[in-house]
């Protein structure tokens, strides 16, 4: 799976877990170049407290564009060292 963006590949993995419709991937696969730290936090009550981050690339700016759960709950421990991506962002295999 790719996510795409602003015509630059931001993440590859074969290895991505689907959760609700979204692919999360290792974020050994995400490109940390393009990854800038947001202060925005929000919370699923089986996924725990998310945090974003801010997609750079080329210049353009996609604000928490891509998320993560850095301590999920247990339901949702396969997500752990994960980032997820919306906000136009494509997933495309």
Do not use: R
Not at 7 to 21: G, L, P, Y
Not at 49 to 55: D, Q
Not at 66 to 82: L, R, T, V
Request: net charge negative; aromatic share 12%; glycine share 4%.
């Amino acid at each position: 799976m790719k996510a795409l963006w602003n015509n630059q590949v931001i993440a590859e993995s074969n290895d991505t877990v689907v959760v609700e419709n979204n692919h999360y991937f290792p974020k050994s696969s995400v490109k940390a170049e393009y990854l800038k730290d947001s202060n925005t936090h929000s919370a699923c009550p089986w996924k725990g407290l998310a945090s974003y981050y801010m997609l750079e690339v080329d210049g353009k700016q996609n604000p928490d564009a891509a998320w993560y759960y850095p301590e999920p709950k247990e339901a949702a421990a396969n997500i752990k060292d994960h980032v997820a991506f919306w906000k136009g962002v494509k997933i495309t295999e």
